[in-house]
């Protein structure tokens, strides 16, 4: 399909120290947004108030709060979108998903859906044209939206900071290995739920989004990522692992085998059974 995404087959290899510092010029580079009120008018701003939205949002979980934070009937600033002019790349289709980034906003009585969204969007374009993402996803032969989907499911995935690097090198590895990416977060996106659990015939739903029928990166991102998920998405960790699987919170084991993974698996379902974590 022509979103997937393929490695290219020959890159240049960069040493732990460079990569280290990659991923610091990420984060530095992207660290600070600065945010202004969006205001329907001139008129003198009142006080402000904080519109919170987290890393990993979904776009309609980031809709919602807009409408509860404006004082707008449900549905306003969903229906705000196709009107709102927002500046997103040709492969989006006008689908805001994964470019709705991830701050804290100051709104009053006079900011409208449209601009805040607008705002958000163009915050998320920012971030992901500094050089440090541009360069690094062009590293890995990504364009931005592909960058902005990568580190959407790394946001999903990773248990902990310290897990990003290693979610995004399972996901470049399988890619190279031409393996689907069996990611259960596609699943739970396409099913328009939020679960830890995945049943064998959730992995046989038809969509573009089952990443365990389907190869390649899924056709859009799946949530709103952020800084240290973007840089993760550019600045992987070195490392040849293909599975990994969430024993019990806090606790990811990643495997370079199958037999290995099977093993942690088996770890996983004898803790399921009394506290039910998730696989990945």
Known sequence: MSHEYRPPQARSRLTRRGRLALFLGVLLAIGAAVLIPVLRGGQEPEEPRRLVIPEGWRATQVYSAVDRALNLPPGSAKSAVATAGLALPAEAKGNPEGYLFPATYPVTSKTTPAALLAHMVRTANEKLATKAVADGGKA????????????????????????????????????????PLQMDSTIHYALNRRTVETTLSDTRIDSPFNTYERQGLPPTPIDSPGLEAMAAAVAPTPGDWLYFVTVKPGDTRFSATYEEHKKHVAEFNKHRAHAGPRAG
Do not use: C, F, W
Not at 150 to 171: F, L, N
């Open 140 to 179: 890995h032969g990504m364009t931005p939206y592909q960058t902005a989907t990568m580190a959407s499911i790394i946001e999903a995935e990773a248990e902990t900071p310290a897990d990003r690097g290693k979610v995004a090198r399972v996901v470049y590895n399988r890619l190279a290995k031409s393996m």
